[in-house]
């Protein structure tokens, strides 16, 4: 079982920055691919970034390649999205995600751990 725990939302003026964190309990931690996902009002959950348990994969969508980068640090058993260049299109509430099974795709179904969300609001 792994509990999550994100952190770090608010609201920022476009073009500003805003970092992520998730703590994760558990000792199986080092083991799972962590991602995040977003879902705006009205909207589905759509896919952000992965990692893959070592820390040596990631993934993006294409709406923030170059933005965002995802990292983790194990020691701390937290993994992190770090955004830059923020757009008021990248307003949602911020999920992070464990993937037991380590793949680290895009797919929420591929997840079987969630935190409760962090908000995040990009004004214009």
């Known amino acids: 079982q792994v509990q999550l725990v994100e952190s770090g939302g608010g609201l920022v003026q476009a073009g500003g920055s805003l970092r992520l964190s998730c703590a994760a309990s558990?000792?199986?931690?080092?083991?799972?691919?962590m991602g995040w996902f977003r879902q705006a009002p009205g909207k589905e959950r759509l896919f952000v970034a992965s990692?893959?348990?070592?820390?040596?994969?990631?993934n993006y969508a294409d709406s923030v390649k170059g933005r965002f980068t995802i990292s983790r640090d194990n020691t701390k058993n937290t993994v992190y999205l770090q955004m830059n260049s923020l757009k008021p299109e990248d307003t949602a509430v911020y999920y992070c995600?464990?993937?037991?099974?380590?793949?680290?795709?895009?797919?929420?179904?591929?997840?079987?751990?969630w935190g409760q969300g962090t908000q995040v609001t990009v004004s214009s």
């Open positions: 558990g000792r199986t931690f080092n083991s799972y691919a």
């Open positions: 990692i893959t348990w070592s820390g040596g994969s990631t």
């Open positions: 995600a464990a993937d037991p099974r380590g793949h680290g795709f895009g797919y929420p179904y591929e997840y079987d751990y």
